[in-house]
């Protein structure tokens, strides 16, 4: 069985500063710590897979291509820090609109990739920088969830990651 390292994208991953919904890639900033933060989780052996919200879809802002080719983009910056995605799990809904089981605080997302990658949530941990993040980790029967304030360094939680596996 694997053990992930789940991960919020905006505000987590990269910067929101002045968007409200992120979804060109010429917007899409990584936040500094990252790239070192999940090299020290997969050289632990921690596999990566991210979990994002992207209600604006559901409202209209922007499209499900928009989110795909911001995710390419993502993979490819992290590719050349030898650092593999395992799966990226979208929302796309947003409750003003519809109602899903996937939109955090739901842990449907993460549930999902349980069952798809044959994970051990008991080894299992998540990053993310709001209440609905970890709502949805802790839903889920993850480890342990570390909040993080927007747009800061994910190092420290990475480590204390390291340290409880």
């Known amino acids: 069985m694997k053990k992930v390292l789940f991960i919020d994208r905006d505000g987590v991953i990269n910067s929101d500063v002045g968007h409200y919904y992120i979804y060109k890639v010429e917007d899409f900033k990584i936040n500094k710590g990252v790239i070192e933060g999940l090299r020290i989780v997969c050289d632990a052996g921690f596999e990566?897979?991210?979990?994002t919200n992207q209600?604006?879809?559901?409202?209209?802002?922007?499209?499900l291509d928009d989110v795909a080719k911001v995710h390419a983009y993502?993979?490819?910056e992290l590719k050349k820090a030898n650092i593999k995605v395992l799966g990226i799990y979208?929302?796309?809904?947003?409750?003003?609109v519809e109602s899903c089981?996937?939109?955090?605080?739901?842990?449907?997302?993460i549930l999902k990739a349980l069952r798809d990658f044959d994970i051990d949530k008991s080894q299992s941990?998540?990053?993310g920088d709001s209440v609905r993040d970890i709502q949805a980790g802790d839903a889920a029967g993850l480890q342990a969830c570390f909040k993080v304030e927007p747009n800061t360094s994910i190092i420290p939680a990475c480590l204390r990651i390291v340290e409880l596996a």
């Open 101 to 109: 089981e996937c939109r955090k605080p739901k842990p449907g997302m």
């Open 74 to 76: 993502l993979q490819e």
């Open 125 to 127: 941990f998540l990053i």
């Open 48 to 51: 990566i897979v991210i979990v």
């Open 90 to 96: 979208v929302c796309p809904h947003h409750s003003d």
């Open 55 to 63: 209600g604006g879809v559901a409202k209209g802002e922007y499209t």
